[in-house]
């Protein structure tokens, strides 16, 4: 007798694998148009980073192993002298190296703490914060060459703004930009100015961005003041200040136009810094494959500073 306990047979499944599609005429016309159109809009964007960015880059490491002084009608291959010349002890590239290290750690650590605080300062939306946004802003548009040029003035010892505040102790002022003890602060604090906007700028919006509720929350708990800055805003900003932190190393250790118009370098080697130094070796020396060498030195010190900040300082970011 049949009953309903049976269990239900189900059909067999066929074992034959379904027919392919075939793509219509249509289909395939229209895919080969979409790679068409994919491949117009890229190429010349994809043409230029090679043009212009690869190519120069990898000229650049294949005069590195070469001696050539633009009078040449080709460079000699040296193999590894330039690099071995490079890194002997009392060489130019050792005072670049630590000119470049302070420089850029004091210009990018300054202008967090300050940037940070100025942003602080402007979100209270105090009476007239939008003009301050706006003439703390102004020097981040202006070119690196008149920043030079309006700090030299202001370094003057003789009519600039620094014999004045010096003179308020009774002190003199220094000549900033002809000593070699003080050429390289002036060439940080002169690039630090121009950058702080910038870097104000950016926290000021990321402070409004802020979640209230985090805040509401906090108050309750009773956290006011210090530790709500330390335990609570600190770490909300901390992907816009690993942004300015990448962003602002790459920016300083390029730096090259307000050295230019301040110091030139000097007195000696005492404002040299890599982007100096290559300029010089290459334009004032004609030892192209020193600077060529000296380039791809920054380079490969450029790529290891921005993996291990992107490999241990982003486990230090909280995006939620």
């Given at each position: 007798?049949?009953?309903?306990?049976?269990?239900?047979?189900?059909?067999?499944?066929?074992?034959?694998?379904?027919?392919?599609?075939?793509?219509?005429p249509q289909l395939r016309r229209r895919r080969?148009?979409?790679?068409?159109?994919?491949?117009?809009?890229?190429?010349?964007?994809?043409?230029?980073?090679?043009?212009?960015?690869?190519?120069?880059?990898?000229?650049?490491?294949?005069?590195?192993?070469?001696?050539?002084?633009?009078?040449?009608?080709?460079?000699?291959?040296?193999?590894?002298?330039?690099?071995?010349?490079?890194?002997?002890?009392?060489?130019?590239?050792?005072?670049?190296?630590?000119?470049?290290?302070?420089?850029?750690?004091?210009?990018?650590?300054g202008t967090l703490f300050g940037g940070m605080?100025?942003?602080?300062?402007?979100?209270?939306?105090?009476?007239?914060?939008?003009?301050?946004?706006?003439?703390?802003?102004?020097?981040?548009?202006?070119?690196?060459?008149?920043?030079?040029?309006?700090?030299?003035?202001?370094?003057?010892?003789?009519?600039?703004?620094?014999?004045?505040?010096?003179?308020?102790?009774?002190?003199?002022?220094?000549?900033?930009?002809?000593?070699?003890?003080?050429?390289?602060?002036?060439?940080?604090?002169?690039?630090?100015?121009?950058?702080?906007?910038?870097?104000?700028?950016?926290?000021?919006?990321?402070?409004?961005?802020?979640?209230?509720?985090?805040?509401?929350?906090?108050?309750?708990?009773?956290?006011?003041?210090?530790?709500?800055?330390?335990?609570?805003?600190?770490?909300l900003l901390s992907p816009v200040t690993f942004?300015?932190?990448?962003?602002?190393?790459?920016?300083?250790?390029?730096?090259?136009?307000?050295?230019?118009?301040?110091?030139?370098?000097?007195?000696?080697?005492?404002?040299?810094?890599?982007?100096?130094?290559?300029?010089?070796?290459?334009?004032?020396?004609?030892?192209?494959?020193?600077?060529?060498?000296?380039?791809?030195?920054?380079?490969?010190?450029?790529?290891?500073?921005?993996?291990?900040?992107?490999?241990?300082?982003?486990?230090?970011?909280?995006?939620?």
């Open positions: 007798m049949t009953t309903l306990l049976q269990p239900v047979r189900r059909p067999p499944r066929s074992r034959t694998a379904p027919p392919p599609r075939r793509s219509s080969l148009a979409e790679g068409a159109l994919f491949w117009a809009l890229i190429l010349p964007n994809l043409t230029a980073i090679v043009v212009f960015g690869y190519y120069p880059t990898l000229y650049n490491f294949v005069l590195s192993f070469t001696d050539w002084d633009f009078v040449q009608p080709a460079p000699v291959v040296v193999g590894l002298d330039n690099y071995i010349e490079l890194f002997q002890s009392g060489s130019m590239l050792m005072d670049a190296l630590r000119n470049t290290a302070i420089f850029v750690l004091v210009a990018v650590i605080a100025i942003g602080a300062l402007l979100a209270q939306r105090l009476r007239f914060s939008g003009l301050v946004r706006t003439l703390a802003f102004a020097p981040h548009m202006l070119p690196g060459a008149a920043i030079g040029v309006l700090w030299l003035f202001m370094f003057d010892p003789n009519y600039g703004l620094s014999r004045w505040l010096f003179s308020m102790f009774g002190m003199e002022s220094p000549s900033w930009t002809t000593t070699s003890d003080f050429s390289l602060w002036s060439i940080t604090i002169a690039y630090a100015w121009q950058r702080l906007g910038f870097v104000a700028i950016i926290y000021y919006t990321a402070i409004l961005d802020l979640p209230k509720d985090i805040y509401e929350a906090a108050s309750l708990d009773g956290a006011r003041g210090l530790p709500l800055f330390r335990y609570i805003t600190l770490p942004f300015l932190t990448v962003t602002g190393i790459i920016a300083a250790a390029q730096t090259f136009d307000i050295i230019a118009t301040l110091t030139m370098g000097g007195p000696g080697t005492s404002s040299t810094t890599l982007p100096w130094m290559i300029y010089d070796q290459a334009f004032v020396d004609f030892n192209i494959g020193t600077s060529a060498a000296t380039a791809t030195v920054m380079f490969v010190l450029l790529l290891i500073v921005t993996g291990v900040q992107t490999k241990y300082a982003s486990k230090q970011v909280h995006y939620s």
